[in-house]
């Protein structure tokens, strides 16, 4: 749907600080909030120890939050996506993408990827903790990986064991089918810290 934009800025106004005409950046879904309601100033307390201490909540914004395709900012100009040949967007909502980061693989990251590393940092995803994911479809990937990266243990959760290889090169400590039967669950009871399900809609 063209939210997830990669591209080079090409114009940046006079009081942005964080990117620089000829930057490779990227836009998530969300290009757009009043960044001074309740919501978009509200601080979320995380998990003590977490990274990332305070965590603003924009995509609730009182005022109705702008997505980078058909949405509609404040002074009544649409915002296109990233099919239309430019995007202009605040620069709050612009991520800088590393030099050593393809393109093509930054894109999804801007929403498969953040859908799933919000949650795995919000609940404390890190060495000692056992995390399930179920589902090992684009967000399932995603999953697997930055659990893994934040120091997990990692179960995979999925119907058959059709993906049972790729989980294993990701390196899941465990993959559990669960099309085998209820003894599955019995078996794996009480084994993860949390979950998350990361289905297709």
Known sequence: MGHEIVGQAVKVGKNVKTIKIGDRVGVGAQSGACLECERCVERMSLVPGNLIDNVDREQYCDEGQVGTYNGVYKDGSKSYGGYADYARVPSHFVVKIPDGLSSELAAPMLCG????FSPLKQEGASPGKT???VGIGGLGHFALLFAKALGAEVVAISHSETKKADAEKMGVSNFVATAKGK????EN??????IGMCLRH
């Open 113 to 116: 990827g953040i859908t799933v």
């Open 131 to 133: 995390v399930g994911v």
């Open 183 to 186: 003894s599955v669950f019995k």
């Open 189 to 194: 009871a009480r084994t993860l810290d949390f």
